[in-house]
């Protein structure tokens, strides 16, 4: 049996370490080549237009911090769940409060079974759409014990105005409305206010 000397076992040494070692060629691709950062979702300014297909993939997301909100052109802007809504989306949510006070204008038709499915279905349109709780305030139209036109105002969602027998009229719904948003974060909010 023939012994090693120990130029031998130091060449042996050598060579194994140096089959462990990347090819220098192989060593420079790996560092020309970085980790590439993992896609993250756009962020959009409140406010912004955007595409259906955008606002499709925000609705998708229903914990997502954004909306696409449908505007009556056809477009969609964007609405920050912890944000006021921008004006254009205010005033359009305003309009179809109007529009729904229109169908029912007077207090019997604003006590009848359409009239509680036309509003539900609007609180929930709204909400879907804006990611935010709805406060929807009512106008309705009737007389007092005199005969004397009156109007009253009251609201449902996730505020309800205490329930009682007096008109309240559009000021003083407004106080109550300030008063329960005064506890909440009103910016988790949309009040829809009928002209």
Request: aromatic share 8%; hydrophobic share 40%; charged share 20%.
């Amino acid at each position: 049996m023939k012994r090693l000397t120990a130029p031998a076992i130091a060449l042996l040494t050598l060579l194994a370490v140096a089959g462990c070692a990347p090819e220098p060629d192989a060593a420079a691709g790996m560092a020309a080549s970085p980790v590439s950062p993992s896609p993250t979702a756009p962020a959009y300014v409140s406010g912004e237009v955007i595409d259906a297909a955008t606002a499709e993939v925000m609705a998708a997301d229903y914990d997502g911090p954004q909306r696409g909100y449908p505007m009556p052109d056809g477009s969609y802007v964007v609405v920050d769940r912890a944000a006021p809504l921008p004006d254009a989306v205010q005033q359009d949510v305003n309009v179809r409060g109007e529009a729904l006070m229109q169908q029912f204008p007077r207090v019997e038709d604003a006590t009848g079974s359409a009239a509680g499915a036309a509003r539900s279905a609007l609180i929930s349109d709204l909400s879907a759409q804006t990611g935010k709780q709805v406060v929807l305030v009512n106008r309705t139209d009737g007389f007092d014990y005199y005969e004397n036109p009156v109007t009253g105002y009251w609201t449902l969602g996730a505020y309800r105005t205490p329930s009682t027998d007096t008109v309240r009229s559009r000021e003083e719904v407004a106080a109550l409305i300030a008063e329960f948003m005064a506890g909440q974060n009103p910016d988790d909010y949309v009040v829809v206010w009928p002209n």
